[in-house]
Each structure stands twice: as structure tokens, then as C-alpha cells.
């Protein structure tokens, strides 16, 4: 018999308490089977990606296979986060899905320039959110194949 699958890991990096609540909440109600992490901003999401402080266990920071970005974070906001992610190597395979509420074309375009796979405005409504975490989970979970770890 073999084992179940492990559930894929995707890191949340949002700034906002409850931005980070509803997207759990909005995976829950998608019925994703997801291993959701959160950080609070860049310098935490790099800590995680590069397991530095209290990140440094694997075991309890599991690399992700999907970043969800939030891009108006303090310290070190979405943007500058992605930037350092694709200049390093072993990071630069990880999916970054940027999450975001804003709606700027230069925010658009520039998430693009540096290597954003996806770009997506959080909707208003939780009843939508819950409908872009259940495309975003068909699609990024569920159909393609994302690398392992290793």
C-alpha cells in the first residue's frame, strides 16, 4: 500500500492579520488539501526560504513549492522579496503567485518583468476569494506539475 501524497506546501507572505485569516479560510471552504505557511513580510519570507533564525529547521519550514505575495509589505515589501528570490538560485524554481489588492498596470507590469508567475488582485468579497483560491489550487495543486524539493 502506498502512502498518501503529502499535501503540496504553499507560503503565504501578507502583511495584513486578516488578509492572512481569510486566505486560510478561503483554502479551507476550496477544500484544498494545502500545507499553508505564513510570514508577515519579505525579510520573514526570506528567513523562511533560506531557513535562518526560527526557520532553520526543515522540518518545521518545509521548502514551498507556491509562494502567494502580498506586495505592499513593511521592512521589505513584495517586490524587492521577488527580486532576491530570482537572483538566487536555489530559489529561483519556487512559483511566486503575487496576491495583492493592488490593481496598478506598473505593478502589473513590473510583478511580470521579475518573474511573478501569476498576478492577481484579491478580491473585495470573500465569496470570491474563495473562488480565486479554488482556480488558483485546480491549477497550481491539482494540474501542473511543480518541482520537489530536492
Do not use: C
Request: proline share 7%.
Amino acid at each position: 500500500m502506498t502512502a498518501a501524497p503529502k499535501p503540496v506546501t504553499v507560503l503565504v507572505a501578507d502583511d495584513d492579520p486578516d488578509d492572512r485569516l481569510m486566505t486560510q479560510k478561503a483554502f479551507e471552504q476550496a477544500n484544498l488539501d494545502a500545507d499553508l505557511r505564513f510570514v508577515q513580510d519579505g525579510e520573514e519570507l526570506l528567513d523562511y526560504l533560506h531557513r535562518r533564525g526560527g526557520y532553520a529547521d526543515p522540518a518545521r519550514s518545509p521548502r514551498p513549492a507556491l509562494v502567494l505575495l502580498d506586495l505592499n509589505m513593511p521592512k521589505k515589501d513584495g517586490r524587492e522579496a521577488l527580486r532576491e528570490m530570482r537572483a538566487e538560485p536555489t530559489l529561483r524554481r519556487i512559483r511566486v503567485v503575487v496576491l495583492t489588492t493592488s490593481k496598478s498596470e506598473e505593478d502589473v507590469s513590473a510583478s511580470y518583468e521579475i518573474s511573478a508567475a501569476s498576478f492577481i488582485t484579491k478580491p473585495a468579497k470573500f465569496s470570491d476569494l474563495v473562488e480565486v483560491v479554488r482556480v488558483l489550487g485546480r491549477y497550481w495543486l491539482e494540474t501542473v506539475v511543480l518541482p520537489s524539493e530536492g
